[in-house]
């Protein structure tokens, strides 16, 4: 029987997140140290870290450098995770990296979990390939993630902190961006989201501690226009940011300008590093940036509803979403199907999105910390009901699956109407596979 690459590294036995790198670092020395043999821009956060992650790679590749890129999680393929100049890692080169790191891993006395396996991957392919630069997204944290066994990065970015993961990472924004700074390294430039004072105290402590020096975007001088929909290749939203001026971007949501700006930022401190990164690569890399699943409209609605899906999954996510519907979308009232995580703060998520909506399906997304859709319904009415008067929330719809969840709310909407898909990339992922 053939090798299934992804079955094993999903293997259910080392599927729990236990945080450290002494794992990792084990791994990594058996397999001869790949990630020594590259460079990095180190990318933390809670908000925006994704899209930051990839208008990244897309300027480095418009610099004409051989890119990796490394995120999580999937939308729809297992291989999106590991890219390099924009190619998914195939099946055949994820089958053979994946055997090496299992020969490795199969010998250690302490099994590496899924997202270390992961990891190893990745930077063996990254390595196999000759990469220029790679772009790390965190996974969970920053400091015990399994990517921070890396050396010092080129460029430590830490994208918006908001509170996520706090039985891992604490209560507190200070606490959990001390975590987030964990990835700051003597010898690195640091980048920085203009965060709340408690976690940009923490940033700026960490990245002082190392004698590191430290900017942000001043946003300030960001300029954002309206959504332009007659765009040649599709709709686009103008922005300029200080000497960058009529830059376009195909992610459309309202915060998507400012994600562009912390990549620009993180740019311009790789420039400082010896990097070669004109302005017009800068220009053409946010042009052709592309990130599924964050406000992306999957269907442009002439005759059937208009679709949006954005994997928002914590409140700051779902405030970003409203914020971009209000604004992409202005008077209109979107059908909303909902899915999400149990351990995430859905209460807050719903306060935020319930006043905009026509109506609202559930669904249990494929995930084993799956809030089941049965649950999430009862939180829909009690939360629109009891907290803010919404008719709507009276009668949310429960789906079966993702099938049924999407009939229900095109028949909800109608032809002319608007549905929007939120609340987690699992849920996301399954309708952009239906669609």
Same mark, same amino acid.
């Given at each position: ?26 791994? =990594?020395?058996?397999? *001869?140290?790949?990630?020594?043999? /590259? ?8 908000? &925006? ?14 610099? &004409?450098?051989?890119? *990796? ?47 270390? /396996? ?23 944290? *920053? ?8 050396? #010092? ?24 961006? &001390?975590?987030? #700074?964990?990835?700051?390294?003597? *010898? ?31 946003? #300030? ?47 311009? %401190? ?35 509803? %208009?679709?949006? !899906? ?17 604004? !992409? ?26 006043? =905009? ?13 799956? =809030? ?34 999407? #009939? ?14 939120? &609340?987690?990339?699992?849920? !996301? ?7």
């Amino acid at each position: 029987m053939s090798f299934d690459p992804i079955a094993y590294i999903n293997e259910p036995r080392w599927m729990e997140s236990r945080l450290g790198l002494d794992r990792v670092r084990d791994l =990594l020395d058996r397999l *001869g140290r790949p990630q020594d043999k /590259l460079r990095f821009v180190h990318v933390a956060g809670t908000n &925006g870290k994704g899209s930051t992650c990839a208008y990244l790679a897309s300027i480095l590749q418009a610099a &004409g450098l051989r890119t *990796g890129l490394f995120t999580s999680p999937y939308l729809i393929t297992f291989e999106e995770r590991i890219r390099v100049d924009g190619a998914n890692i195939t099946l055949d080169e994820l089958t053979e990296t994946t055997l090496l790191v299992k020969e490795q891993a199969e010998t250690m006395p302490d099994h590496p979990t899924e997202f270390e /396996l992961m990891t190893a991957v990745a930077l063996t392919h990254f390595a196999r390939c000759a990469c220029d630069i790679v772009v790390l997204e965190v996974g969970l944290g *920053g400091r015990l993630d399994s990517t921070n066994v890396i050396a #010092a990065p080129d460029v430590a970015v830490i994208a918006r902190i908001g509170l996520d993961h706090t039985k891992l990472l604490g209560t507190t924004l200070g606490a959990i961006a &001390g975590e987030k #700074a964990g990835i700051i390294k003597p *010898g690195s430039r640091v980048v920085t989201w203009p965060q709340e004072p408690e976690a940009l105290a923490a940033v700026e402590a960490a990245a002082a501690s190392c004698g590191d020096p430290l900017t942000m975007p001043d946003f #300030a001088r960001l300029q954002v226009s309206d959504v332009e929909w007659d765009a040649p290749g599709g709709p686009t939203r103008p922005f300029s940011y200080g000497r960058h001026i009529r830059l376009r971007t195909k992610l459309l949501g309202t915060y998507q300008p400012a994600n562009a700006s912390l990549a620009i930022e993180a740019a311009e %401190a790789l420039c400082a590093c010896g990097w070669s990164i004109s302005d017009e690569a800068i220009a053409s890399g946010i042009a052709a940036a592309a990130w599924p699943g964050r406000f992306e409209i999957v269907q442009a609605g002439e005759s059937a509803p %208009a679709i949006v !899906v954005d994997g928002g999954h914590n409140p700051q996510g779902a405030q970003a979403l409203a914020d971009s519907l209000r604004d !992409v979308f202005p008077g209109r009232k979107p059908v909303f199907i909902i899915g999400v995580l149990e351990d995430k703060d859905y209460p807050a998520m719903l306060e935020t999105v319930l006043p =905009l909506g026509s109506a609202f399906v559930t669904v249990t997304p494929d995930n084993p910390r799956a =809030l089941p859709a049965a649950n999430l319904a009862r939180a829909v009415r009690w939360t629109g009901q009891d907290m803010l008067g919404c008719s709507a929330c009276v009668s949310p719809s429960v789906a079966r699956d993702m099938a049924d969840a999407l #009939a229900k709310a095109r028949e909800l909407a109608g032809p002319q109407g608007l549905i929007c898909a939120f &609340g987690s990339l699992y849920s !996301v992922g399954a309708l952009k596979e239906l669609l």
